[in-house]
Protein backbone atom coordinates (compact mmCIF):
# COMPACT_ATOMS: atom_id res chain seq x y z
CA UNK A 1 0.00 0.00 0.00
CA UNK A 2 3.18 2.35 0.75
CA UNK A 3 4.42 1.51 -2.57
CA UNK A 4 1.19 2.33 -4.56
CA UNK A 5 0.72 5.29 -2.55
CA UNK A 6 3.90 6.74 -2.97
CA UNK A 7 3.71 6.02 -6.89
CA UNK A 8 0.32 7.45 -7.59
CA UNK A 9 1.92 10.99 -5.67
CA UNK A 10 5.02 10.65 -7.53
CA UNK A 11 7.62 10.21 -4.40
CA UNK A 12 10.35 8.82 -3.02
CA UNK A 13 9.64 6.19 -0.49
CA UNK A 14 12.55 5.60 2.02
CA UNK A 15 12.45 2.29 4.23
CA UNK A 16 13.18 2.36 7.62
CA UNK A 17 14.92 -1.41 8.20
CA UNK A 18 17.03 -0.10 10.81
CA UNK A 19 15.35 -3.18 13.34
CA UNK A 20 14.49 -5.66 10.77
CA UNK A 21 17.56 -7.02 9.20
CA UNK A 22 16.50 -10.53 7.37
CA UNK A 23 13.01 -9.65 7.93
CA UNK A 24 10.39 -10.61 4.83
CA UNK A 25 6.78 -9.07 4.10
CA UNK A 26 5.43 -11.41 1.31
CA UNK A 27 8.31 -13.00 0.70
CA UNK A 28 10.66 -9.85 0.02
CA UNK A 29 13.42 -8.77 1.84
CA UNK A 30 13.21 -6.03 4.27
CA UNK A 31 15.12 -3.08 3.33
CA UNK A 32 14.11 -3.94 -0.44
CA UNK A 33 10.24 -2.58 -0.31
CA UNK A 34 10.96 1.21 -1.48
CA UNK A 35 13.61 3.47 -3.31
CA UNK A 36 16.14 3.33 -0.60
CA UNK A 37 16.27 1.07 2.36
CA UNK A 38 18.51 1.88 5.53
CA UNK A 39 19.94 -0.70 8.05
CA UNK A 40 21.38 0.77 11.73
CA UNK A 41 24.43 -1.56 13.34
CA UNK A 42 24.15 -0.06 17.04
CA UNK A 43 25.48 -3.00 19.58
CA UNK A 44 21.48 -3.67 19.96
CA UNK A 45 20.67 -4.60 16.54
CA UNK A 46 20.92 -8.30 15.26
CA UNK A 47 24.64 -7.33 14.20
CA UNK A 48 26.75 -4.67 14.94
CA UNK A 49 30.19 -2.48 13.43
CA UNK A 50 30.18 -1.09 17.28
CA UNK A 51 27.92 1.81 15.41
CA UNK A 52 27.06 3.00 11.61
CA UNK A 53 24.80 1.63 9.05
CA UNK A 54 24.16 0.99 5.45
CA UNK A 55 21.85 2.12 2.95
CA UNK A 56 20.91 0.24 0.04
CA UNK A 57 19.18 1.42 -3.35
CA UNK A 58 19.20 0.33 -6.98
CA UNK A 59 18.93 4.31 -7.82
CA UNK A 60 22.49 5.23 -9.40
CA UNK A 61 21.89 8.91 -9.00
CA UNK A 62 20.75 8.46 -5.71
CA UNK A 63 23.78 6.58 -4.81
CA UNK A 64 26.53 8.58 -6.37
CA UNK A 65 24.70 11.62 -4.15
CA UNK A 66 24.78 8.94 -0.79
CA UNK A 67 28.39 8.23 -1.16
CA UNK A 68 29.42 12.34 -2.15
CA UNK A 69 27.59 13.04 1.34
CA UNK A 70 29.39 10.66 3.28
CA UNK A 71 32.37 11.73 2.71
CA UNK A 72 32.85 15.36 3.24
CA UNK A 73 30.64 16.27 -0.20
CA UNK A 74 33.39 14.78 -2.48
CA UNK A 75 31.58 13.69 -5.50
CA UNK A 76 33.01 10.84 -7.64
CA UNK A 77 36.06 11.60 -9.47
CA UNK A 78 36.64 15.17 -7.01
CA UNK A 79 39.95 15.11 -5.67
CA UNK A 80 40.80 14.96 -2.14
CA UNK A 81 40.39 18.96 -1.51
CA UNK A 82 37.33 19.04 -3.87
CA UNK A 83 34.26 19.50 -1.98
CA UNK A 84 31.20 19.62 -4.71
CA UNK A 85 28.65 19.12 -2.10
CA UNK A 86 27.99 20.47 1.59
CA UNK A 87 29.12 16.34 3.00
CA UNK A 88 29.38 14.73 6.24
CA UNK A 89 32.28 12.09 7.76
CA UNK A 90 29.83 9.26 7.83
CA UNK A 91 32.58 6.77 6.46
CA UNK A 92 32.95 3.97 8.15
CA UNK A 93 36.23 2.76 9.32
CA UNK A 94 37.77 -0.56 7.91
CA UNK A 95 37.67 -2.63 10.79
CA UNK A 96 33.94 -1.60 12.17
CA UNK A 97 33.26 -3.07 7.91
CA UNK A 98 35.37 -6.01 8.50
CA UNK A 99 32.93 -7.23 11.83
CA UNK A 100 30.14 -6.57 10.54
CA UNK A 101 30.91 -8.68 7.14
CA UNK A 102 31.94 -11.55 9.80
CA UNK A 103 28.96 -11.51 11.39
CA UNK A 104 27.35 -11.11 7.95
CA UNK A 105 28.44 -14.92 7.68
CA UNK A 106 26.36 -15.71 10.66
CA UNK A 107 23.37 -14.25 9.73
CA UNK A 108 20.67 -17.31 9.55
CA UNK A 109 22.14 -18.41 12.74
CA UNK A 110 21.87 -15.43 14.63
CA UNK A 111 18.19 -14.35 13.33
CA UNK A 112 17.74 -18.17 14.17
CA UNK A 113 18.09 -17.61 17.49
CA UNK A 114 16.45 -14.72 17.99
CA UNK A 115 13.27 -16.61 16.65
CA UNK A 116 13.87 -19.62 19.22
CA UNK A 117 13.91 -17.37 22.09
CA UNK A 118 10.82 -15.22 20.85
CA UNK A 119 8.83 -18.55 20.90
CA UNK A 120 10.25 -19.70 24.23
CA UNK A 121 8.27 -16.12 25.10
CA UNK A 122 4.91 -16.57 23.21
CA UNK A 123 4.42 -20.17 24.81
CA UNK A 124 5.33 -18.76 28.20
CA UNK A 125 3.57 -15.21 28.10
CA UNK A 126 0.39 -16.89 26.85
CA UNK A 127 -0.63 -18.51 30.07
CA UNK A 128 -0.32 -15.19 31.96
CA UNK A 129 -3.83 -12.97 31.07
CA UNK A 130 -2.83 -9.43 32.07
CA UNK A 131 -0.41 -9.68 29.23
CA UNK A 132 -0.68 -8.73 25.31
CA UNK A 133 2.24 -10.43 23.28
CA UNK A 134 3.25 -9.28 20.18
CA UNK A 135 1.43 -9.30 16.80
CA UNK A 136 2.43 -10.77 13.88
CA UNK A 137 0.80 -9.88 10.57
CA UNK A 138 -0.41 -13.10 8.22
CA UNK A 139 1.93 -10.83 5.26
CA UNK A 140 5.05 -11.22 7.49
CA UNK A 141 6.87 -14.03 5.97
CA UNK A 142 9.59 -13.80 8.40
CA UNK A 143 10.34 -12.03 11.86
CA UNK A 144 13.07 -10.24 12.42
CA UNK A 145 13.16 -10.28 16.64
CA UNK A 146 15.01 -7.18 17.43
CA UNK A 147 13.39 -6.41 20.83
CA UNK A 148 10.44 -8.38 22.60
CA UNK A 149 8.07 -5.88 23.74
CA UNK A 150 4.57 -7.29 25.60
CA UNK A 151 1.65 -4.67 26.56
CA UNK A 152 0.12 -4.86 29.83
CA UNK A 153 -3.51 -4.76 30.33
CA UNK A 154 -4.91 -1.76 30.97
CA UNK A 155 -5.31 -0.93 34.43
CA UNK A 156 -1.83 -1.90 35.21
CA UNK A 157 0.76 0.40 36.61
CA UNK A 158 3.66 -0.54 34.32
CA UNK A 159 6.01 1.80 36.20
CA UNK A 160 5.15 -0.32 39.48
CA UNK A 161 5.70 -3.61 37.72
CA UNK A 162 9.15 -2.38 36.40
CA UNK A 163 10.50 -1.32 39.62
CA UNK A 164 9.83 -5.02 41.18
CA UNK A 165 11.10 -6.72 37.96
CA UNK A 166 14.25 -4.79 39.16
CA UNK A 167 14.43 -5.70 42.52
CA UNK A 168 14.34 -9.25 41.22
CA UNK A 169 16.87 -8.96 39.08
CA UNK A 170 15.30 -8.17 35.71
CA UNK A 171 15.97 -5.42 33.63
CA UNK A 172 12.99 -3.83 31.85
CA UNK A 173 12.20 -0.67 30.25
CA UNK A 174 9.28 1.85 28.69
CA UNK A 175 8.98 1.03 24.68
CA UNK A 176 8.33 3.17 22.60
CA UNK A 177 7.51 6.77 24.20
CA UNK A 178 5.00 8.59 22.36
CA UNK A 179 7.16 10.63 19.46
CA UNK A 180 4.47 13.67 19.75
CA UNK A 181 5.69 13.83 23.56
CA UNK A 182 9.40 14.27 23.08
CA UNK A 183 10.31 18.02 24.48
CA UNK A 184 11.50 19.17 21.45
CA UNK A 185 8.04 18.10 19.54
CA UNK A 186 6.24 19.80 22.81
CA UNK A 187 7.56 23.33 22.43
CA UNK A 188 8.25 23.51 18.99
CA UNK A 189 5.06 22.09 17.59
CA UNK A 190 2.63 22.53 20.75
CA UNK A 191 1.71 18.76 21.20
CA UNK A 192 0.12 17.90 24.40
CA UNK A 193 -1.46 15.04 26.07
CA UNK A 194 -4.55 13.62 24.63
CA UNK A 195 -3.87 14.33 20.66
CA UNK A 196 -2.95 10.74 20.05
CA UNK A 197 -5.14 8.63 22.59
CA UNK A 198 -4.51 5.41 20.92
CA UNK A 199 -0.58 5.99 21.06
CA UNK A 200 -0.61 7.24 24.08
CA UNK A 201 -2.47 4.18 25.49
CA UNK A 202 0.13 1.53 23.48
CA UNK A 203 3.05 4.19 24.85
CA UNK A 204 1.69 3.71 28.37
CA UNK A 205 1.42 -0.44 28.57
CA UNK A 206 4.69 -1.40 26.10
CA UNK A 207 7.52 -3.46 28.02
CA UNK A 208 10.69 -4.30 26.85
CA UNK A 209 11.61 -7.92 28.41
CA UNK A 210 14.93 -8.86 27.98
CA UNK A 211 15.94 -10.12 24.86
CA UNK A 212 18.77 -11.35 23.25
CA UNK A 213 20.30 -14.65 20.62
CA UNK A 214 22.12 -15.84 23.63
CA UNK A 215 19.33 -16.26 25.99
CA UNK A 216 18.89 -20.00 27.66
CA UNK A 217 15.15 -21.55 27.90
CA UNK A 218 15.83 -21.33 31.66
CA UNK A 219 16.64 -17.48 31.72
CA UNK A 220 13.40 -16.68 29.70
CA UNK A 221 11.85 -19.29 31.97
CA UNK A 222 12.80 -17.45 34.61
CA UNK A 223 11.47 -14.11 33.56
CA UNK A 224 8.36 -15.22 32.70
CA UNK A 225 7.82 -16.79 36.10
CA UNK A 226 8.95 -13.24 37.86
CA UNK A 227 6.34 -11.14 36.02
CA UNK A 228 4.10 -13.47 36.55
CA UNK A 229 4.49 -13.06 40.41
CA UNK A 230 4.97 -9.98 40.62
CA UNK A 231 1.40 -9.58 38.23
Request: with cysteine.
Amino acid sequence: PLRQLADHYDLHLIEDACEALGAEYKGRKAGMLGDCGVFAFYPNKQITTGEGGMIVTDDEEAAMLMMALRNQGRAPGDTWLQHTYLGYNYRMDEMSAALGAAQMTRIEELLTRREQVARWYMERLAEIPAVELPYVAPQTTRSSWFVFVIRLAPGIQREEIARKLEERGIPVRPYFLPIHLQPYLVERFGYRQGDYPITEDLGARGLALPFSGVMTEEQVEMVCRTLQSVL
